[in-house]
């Protein structure tokens, strides 16, 4: 296992000096959408795969932390700092709608953390805190006083995101938070018999997730360029994580990066057929959730030790 | 003049009470799959969706009007909704709490890209000449579209209301939304069942799909915003009642027009999914739930 | 009484996830018997008549019923075989009327054309049902329910019955009632095999009885031998 972690970690480490070896603009794009995916996609695993929360809620934290990180720049906040801006104004409307939106459960928890980005769009249609008023009324910003900060600076920061999800999982997973999330995963009730306090177990996760979503969000604004509500808040920002994690293996350490490593593949394969791409995100994880619901990593697992699993009775 | 504007409140109030009858519609399918499977299909608004671009399809490349159109896209939802129960959802069911929402989600992701592409992404109407109509009654001004919609949605809710007390048929899913095991003890093939409530929450779902877009412009994105609204419903009328559907349906059709009329058309919506999250964070029960 | 094995259940092992809840269990039910199958809570009885129905599967083992094998089936495809369980708690649809919830024990395609028939039969058991057939079955009493049940579960033309604790929860007078009750099917000639915890019920109802303990059978025999048995007569002082 620790031969593993060595490979990737010096994987990674190469992938970081890749553009200063000359790589092709286009390719460092893609790593850097790798990079975002897979923080977005840590995080969901995080909420679903070990916290029991289906959250829906993913545009909510990257619109905002993008919105917040672009206005910041405009009245001329340094960027990083505005980056880190955005994950907390995310982490902290994670904390306020926890309110209402902990209260449910399950399936109620998914629809409520629905409503959310659905809500904040049309917010965002509708205000506009800084700057005039666009020529054709749209309500978008352009990115504003990045000129000078080379393509590879935006890469780097992408690259700190998302490796540093990787080792924040690793820790959260070890730690005290991460015993008490696998209680919860489980059995909500019985856990919080046994006096686990599920409340602020679940808040935790959701705002740290939110946390990083976020500034993952406000790393691809930077990246883009311009921001605006539909894309903002689109629901394509709860597809990638839910389809990587998926395709990865929920619940599993190695699974999100797995996972992103292949949407952002498909995003690149797909790249001539962007009117199609949603169609055939939807029909991979239809068919993924329907053949391989573990995904790759126990399809993998499952071809090296070359067992079937082993049949239990159920009841029907 | 104060009664000038009591009477545009009320205007404002009566028209929110006929949106309520199509919002009741729309949740219909929602809600009866929720009970019969106690699973919320998220793909719903969508699928709704779907019969609308359906009856669009058949007006601008058919010339026949949305209603009439009916005939082939009732069937033709209901040979979806069976399919998908049948073949896509019922193998989720055993799997995980997650499972059948993800392949749901799915499902409405490909269907807002296929309506992408095969309509574009800007917004239509299904613009017959009746649904631009409206009346005036008692110096108050009615779109006849929302008198359309609420005369649906009764006429509709009705019928399934037959259906499920005096059909055997319907009393099987009505028992199985009841008691699953109890159902199967009684020989009723819960697959089967299964797959006829979605089957006929699709039904209703084409029915809903026609008229709201008679009513309503859409895009494809429009699917989540009924979603929504069909959710909204299904939690403040709570579940189990037609009654309370229908009764939730007026709340919120009501808190969309004075939402309208106070803050702008643009932000009524917004009001609507306030009242949801209050709903669900103070009542999650619904207010007319058991 | 005929003396034909109408159901065989051979060996099964039962689990529920990772608990074994029936261990190598063997049983038989011979036509116009009244078969009682006995002991504490969680001892499996449930469990064993859950296999029989279909509602879960034996890892291991055979239950054969008039020669075939339905280990694994469906419920709706036992049922319509002719087996009919009524559950533990009765699992009546507690917002249908009487009346709606006896059409659907005939749900099944072979018991569908009799339906009337059926209704009859039950109505002449029970009278109280036809009197009370538009209420909603949560309103009734607890005896009037459990006889819902029973005539629920002969709505389905079963040729063998199988109760799940039916005594459960009900006056004295009422477990009477209900027994009769059973005496009288048993003379429109259905097999019955009935689960009880009251193992003097037990004896005073059943031809037969198996005494089953952690997931295994641990006695049987006919009730009149098991009466001289010394465990019995513990137990029957004892329960």
Redesign the interface.
């Known amino acids: 296992m620790m031969r593993k972690w060595t490979a990737l970690i010096i994987f990674l480490l190469l992938l970081a000096a890749l553009p200063l070896l000359g790589l092709p603009q286009a390719w460092v794009l893609y790593l850097l959408l790798f990079f975002v995916y897979l923080a977005m996609a840590n995080m969901w695993n995080l909420l679903c795969g070990y916290s029991g929360l289906i959250s829906l809620c993913q545009p909510a934290f990257v619109g905002l932390a993008g919105y917040t990180m672009v206005i910041l720049v405009w009245i001329g906040v340094p960027f990083h700092a505005a980056i880190v801006a955005g994950g907390v104004v995310a982490a902290a409307f994670a904390i306020l709608i926890s309110i209402p939106v902990f209260r449910l459960r399950g399936i109620y928890f998914a629809i409520g953390t629905l409503v959310v980005p659905e809500a904040l769009r049309i917010l965002f249609l509708l205000w506009r805190p800084v700057g005039g008023k666009l020529a054709g009324g749209g309500a978008g910003y352009m990115l504003r006083g990045m000129k000078g900060v080379t393509v590879t600076h935006y890469y780097l920061i992408a690259w700190v995101v998302g490796v540093g999800s990787i080792f924040l999982m690793r820790y959260i997973l070890r730690s005290k938070l991460g015993l008490g999330l696998a209680a919860i995963r489980d059995n909500d009730r019985s856990a919080a018999s046994s006096g686990l306090n599920v409340f602020r177990l679940k808040l935790y996760s959701f705002v740290i997730a939110a946390f990083v979503t976020g500034i993952a969000g406000a790393v691809f604004y930077l990246y883009q360029g311009y921001i605006e509500p539909g894309g903002a808040f689109s629901i394509h920002w709860t597809m990638i994580p839910i389809l990587a994690t998926v395709i990865g293996g929920i619940s599993t350490e190695a699974g999100p990066i797995i996972g992103a490593m292949v949407v952002v593949f498909l995003d690149f394969l797909l790249a001539r057929y962007a009117g199609f791409s949603m169609l055939i995100q939807g029909a991979i994880l239809v068919g993924i959730m329907l053949l391989a619901p573990q995904g790759f990593i126990e399809i993998a697992r499952q071809i090296r030790t070359r067992r079937s699993p082993i049949g239990v009775q159920t009841s029907k | 003049m104060a009664s000038d504007v009591l009477l545009d409140l009320a205007n404002t109030v009566i028209m929110g009470i006929l949106l309520g009858g199509l919002y009741a519609l729309i949740a219909l399918g929602l809600s009866l799959v929720f009970g019969v499977m106690k699973m919320i299909n998220v793909a719903h608004g969508d699928l709704v969706l779907f019969g609308t671009y359906f009856a669009y399809g058949a007006m601008t490349c058919l010339g026949i009007d949305p209603v009439v159109s009916l005939i082939a896209g009732v069937p033709l939802m209901f040979f979806l909704g069976f399919a998908i129960q049948r073949y896509l959802m019922s193998r989720a069911f055993g799997r995980s709490m997650e499972a059948p929402l993800l392949i749901a989600f799915g499902i409405s992701l490909m269907l807002q890209n296929l309506q992408q592409i095969l309509w574009t992404p800007m917004s239509k109407g299904l613009t017959t000449s009746y649904a631009l109509d409206s009346f005036d009654a008692g110096g108050m001004h009615f779109p006849l579209a929302y008198l359309l919609d609420f005369a649906a949605a009764v006429v509709v809710m009705l019928l399934l209301g037959q259906f499920l007390s005096r059909t055997y048929l319907g009393k099987a899913i009505t028992g199985a939304a009841q008691d699953k095991t109890a159902a199967q003890l009684m020989g009723i093939n819960t697959r089967r069942v299964y797959a006829f409530a979605f089957a006929i929450s699709m039904v209703t779902a084409a029915f809903a799909g026609v008229f709201l877009g008679l009513t309503f412009p859409f895009t494809p994105q429009s699917g989540i915003s009924f979603l929504i609204i069909a959710f909204g419903v299904v939690i403040v009328g709570g579940l189990g009642s037609m009654l309370g559907t229908f009764l939730g349906g007026m709340l919120l059709g009501v808190a969309q027009t004075l939402g309208g009329y106070f803050l702008g058309s643009t932000s009524q919506m917004l009001v609507v999914y306030f009242l949801v999250l209050v709903v669900l964070a103070v009542r999650p029960q619904g207010l007319f739930g058991r | 009484m005929s003396q034909e094995t109408l159901l065989a259940v051979d060996s099964i092992d ?4 990772g608990f074994q809840a029936l261990r190598e269990v063997s049983l038989e039910v011979r036509t116009g018997e009244i078969v009682a199958l006995v002991g504490a809570n969680g001892a499996g009885k449930s469990t064993l008549l ?1 296999a029989v ?7 291991k083992g055979v239950i054969r019923y008039k020669g075939e094998d339905i280990g694994g089936k ?3 495809q036992i ?2 075989r002719g087996i ?4 533990q708690g009765r ?6 009327t009487v009346l ?1 919830n006896l ?3 005939s ?2 395609r072979n ?2 054309p009799k339906v009337s028939e059926s209704l009859r039969t039950v109505y002449d058991l029970f009278p109280i049902l036809e009197r009370r057939k538009e209420q909603p079955a949560k309103t009734l009493s607890g005896g009037e329910q459990q006889m819902l049940a029973l005539g ?1 579960g002969l709505m ?1 033309n079963p040729q063998l019955m199988l109760l799940d604790e039916m005594s459960l929860g009900l006056a004295p007078i009422i477990i009477g009632k209900v027994y009769r009750a059973l005496r009288e099917i048993r003379k429109r000639g259905i097999t019955v095999l009935f689960v009880e915890q009251s193992v003097r019920r037990s004896l005073q109802e059943a031809d037969r009885a198996y005494i089953i303990e952690a997931g295994r059978v641990v006695l049987q025999g006919n009730v009149s031998d098991l009466r001289e048995e010394g465990e019995i007569k513990k137990a029957y002082f004892g329960i």
């Open positions: 039962v689990f529920y996830g859950n129905s279909g509602l879960i599967e034996p890892a469906d419920p709706s049922v319509s009919s369980h009524v559950p699992r009546l649809f507690p917002d249908m709606d059409m659907l024990g749900y099944n018991a569908r629920r389905s």
